[in-house]
C-alpha cells in the first residue's frame, strides 16, 4: 500500500500546477481521498477531499483555484491549481482516510496512508 | 469551523520519561473523530491514535490516547529515541478536518 506523489515544482504568482499521486496496493476510487499542504516550518492544512461517489470538498483557502480529481484506470489521485500565490508555497500530501463502515454509515478515523510529499514554491 | 489548539508548544524530556500531550477544541468533538499522528523531519505524518483512543496499526503501546468532548491527550509513557517528533491531533467529524498547531517532543 503506497502513494507516491509528483508534479511539484517551482511556478510564478498566478501560473498553474497539477500534481499527481499514484497509488498502488488499494483503489483510489474505492476510497475518499485528500490532499493536505504544510508550509514551510508550519503545521498541517487538509485543503480537499474526493469520496468514493466522486464528490469533493474543499478548504475556503482553496475554493474555487484548486480541483481535485481521480483517474480510476490510472488509479492515481490529482490536484489541479491554478492562480497559485505565494501562501500557497508548500509540501503537498496526498492521503488516504480511514474510514470504517457500519450499516448504512461510516466514521471517518483520520488519514493511515501517506505519500512522501510533493513541495511547490509559488515566486517570481 | 473547530479550532484545535494544543499544549505545550514544545515539551522537553529526557528518554525514558513520560510525555503528556493536550488538544483541546473549541466545541465538542465526537471521541470517533480525534485522530494523532507523529511527524518527523522530513518524513510525512503517521498516523498514531484514531477514534481518541485507539492505536493504528503497528503503533507501539507505550502510545495512548485518551479524552472525550473538548479536551483529549497523548500519552507516552516511556519516551524513546525515535519518539522525539512533532504530534498534531485532528478532528475528522466535521468538515474542514482541522489539525492542531503540533506539539514538538525534543530531548532535553
Known amino acids: 500500500v503506497q502513494l507516491v506523489e509528483s508534479g511539484g515544482g517551482l511556478v510564478q504568482p498566478g501560473g498553474s500546477l497539477r500534481l499527481s499521486c499514484a497509488a498502488s496496493g488499494f483503489k483510489v476510487s474505492n476510497n475518499y481521498m485528500s490532499w493536505v499542504r504544510q508550509a514551510p516550518g508550519k503545521g498541517l492544512e487538509w485543503i480537499s477531499v474526493?469520496?468514493?461517489?466522486?464528490?469533493?470538498y474543499y478548504a475556503d483557502s482553496v475554493k474555487g483555484r484548486f480541483t481535485i480529481s481521480r483517474h480510476n484506470s490510472k488509479n492515481t489521485l490529482y490536484l489541479q491549481m491554478n492562480s497559485l500565490r505565494a501562501e500557497d508555497t508548500a509540501v503537498y500530501y496526498c492521503a488516504r482516510q480511514f474510514r470504517y463502515y457500519y450499516g448504512s454509515g461510516s466514521i471517518d478515523y483520520g488519514m493511515d496512508v501517506w505519500g512522501q510529499g510533493t513541495t511547490v514554491t509559488v515566486s517570481s | 469551523e473547530i479550532a484545535l489548539t494544543q499544549s505545550p508548544g514544545t515539551l522537553s524530556l529526557s528518554p525514558g520519561e513520560r510525555a503528556t500531550l493536550s488538544c483541546r477544541a473549541s466545541?465538542?468533538?465526537?471521541?470517533?473523530?480525534l485522530a494523532w499522528y507523529q511527524q518527523k523531519p522530513g518524513q510525512a505524518p503517521r498516523l498514531l491514535i484514531y477514534?481518541?483512543?485507539s492505536r493504528a496499526t503497528g503503533i507501539p503501546d507505550r502510545f495512548s490516547g485518551s479524552g472525550s468532548g473538548t479536551d483529549f491527550t497523548l500519552t507516552i509513557s516511556r519516551l524513546e529515541p525515535e519518539d522525539f517528533a512533532v504530534y498534531y491531533c485532528q478532528q475528522c467529524g466535521s468538515s474542514p478536518g482541522t489539525f492542531g498547531q503540533g506539539t514538538k517532543v525534543e530531548i532535553k
Open positions: 474526493i469520496n468514493s461517489a466522486g464528490n469533493t
Open positions: 466545541q465538542s468533538v465526537s471521541s470517533s473523530y
Open positions: 477514534g481518541a483512543s
